[in-house]
DNA sequence: TTGTAGGCGTTATCAT
DNA sequence: ATGATAACGCCTACAA
């Protein structure tokens, strides 16, 4: 059986009240029930059952961490983020992912916002439309958006457009004009800015976007690149680099294929990804490509989230973080 | 302000207890006040209050996640597998990490047993001692170790032995004989299993066992292989192979080094990974490693949990999987 | 089939 | 400084 307060004010001989303010170090108690209240929760290993402490405070102290996919290396790195920052959090992290559950995102939203099972909620990169995400709104269960920006909630995210400029404009640096670029639809990745700094990159330096460089893949992994490079061999303005915004596995699918073909690279071709994940270090060569900080976001994820649970932040806060470009061999 | 029992009952003139019971599906209720009050629910937007229905019930539906370290690709990839068992899970997770926090291993046991805001826990590769896990016990919180065999608590783990064994006999089918073992005592890692396969399998072919050998490593990154190839490469015994339960990141670093060092591999130095990480195939050449099946290790650990914990299956069980040996191109 | 009443373990507001 | 007492929102006997 669970030790309670009431075990607790009985053999110190006192009321459950007294000994809640004790545990809860409020003031006004007298040094010596305090002691002996404590002694006793000590004896008795008292822990407060947090489920019904959260009913009384009408606060979980838990935050809800939503993500499309646990599989993305990116979402798992973002939740390492939110998980190690500094500050002594105090909150549960609860996880839901929002696929292949038999639950919408729509409605888990929904679910999460009403449910009062926490009391704000991290969503990486999910989908959701504005409508989708009135809900937390409505029910004031704050919220912060990672990696997508979201006028409609905080958010933090990263300049894709400035990285997809900056890994574009190294290429034309390096002499290229012919670059093709590799991207992926999925509902997570901003494609959209980090096409417009490609295109943005090439007309400053009065170089025409074709639309014939930019393929599309169908999801971001490596095979996807080996498909990609096919595609790039066949097309008809001979690209001499490729940047790759659908990520880094996608770009080492290019590199792999390349290889087999013979390609050196980059001299036959250069190639620049997009997150730096890991296996860009140990692939051949060495990738070059745009970094995310996605410990930082996550950091900063979870203080938002805090600072706005707690009331100290009230105010709409966008916080956009650096992209920075890591220059390895691939270009 | 949040839609309660009340609410419904008030508009639908029945009483709160009538409502609880339609919101459970209880029998023994007229279809017609069974309608009323869920058309009446759904136009509020009613959702029970979590927390609340958890302290009535003394059933939080939240199963605690608990990893030593959450940047360990294999802790990720097995709590990949527990979010998606195909079976349908009306629990919520929640994840708690033991590095870096202020609270140690053992404080937070202690916490999550007691506290009452799981109902089961599930750990990865926790270094806990039986002692220390003994609260879970105590308090009858179920508990499942993952990757870990304990005697003490119901468990899933894998045939370290027999996959080092396999690893090892690999080696010498290939004509090896001088074969080094490199590994790393962190605590989640069953190095001594591991060490014991690779030792049975030399002494099954009579190859004498040689301490010197074995080496360890600080840490399971790339450039704890990097420090152990220099160290291969002085080894007095001239190995002609090397077999890493360390892990694959660990022979990843050891294969690069062996390139720049101009050696050929798998000619020059034949080289056996552990696990089976992404990056395995993205190194050239290729990683020949040991498989852990780690989804199904999720998929086993939280199905065992969500048993335990609805009482259909009270026996201790411990449950091995088989790892699978991988042949690529490195040996 | 439905209502009454009590309890789950805390916290919080009054008195005293 | 402490004690009564009433929430918090839901569930569950038991009674009607």
Redo the contacts between chains.
Sequence with gaps: M??TLKDIAQRAGVTSATVSMVINNKPNISEKTRQKVLTIAREL????????R??ATRK?N?IGVIVPN??SSFV?RV??GI??TNR?IDY??????TI?Q?ETESQLF??LA????IDGAILIGTSGTDEELKVFKE?SVPCVMVARKCEFLDSVYVNNTQGAYDATSYLMDKGHTSIACVLCRKANLPTDDRLAGYRNALEHRNISYREELVLETHDDG?TDGVNAFAELRGNSHKPTAVFVPAGDMVA?GII?EAKKANISIPEGLAIVGFDDI??A????PLLTTVRQPKLEMGDYAINMIIDKIEGRESSKKHKELMTKFIVRESA
């Design positions: 669970q030790v290993n008292y822990y407060p059952n947090a489920i019904a959260g009913l979980s838990a646990l599989a798992v939740l390492q998980k190690s002594d549960t992290v609860q996880l839901f992912d292949g038999n929904q679910r009403r449910e009062r099972r029910e490596i080492i792999k890991p296996a270090e140990v692939v051949e």
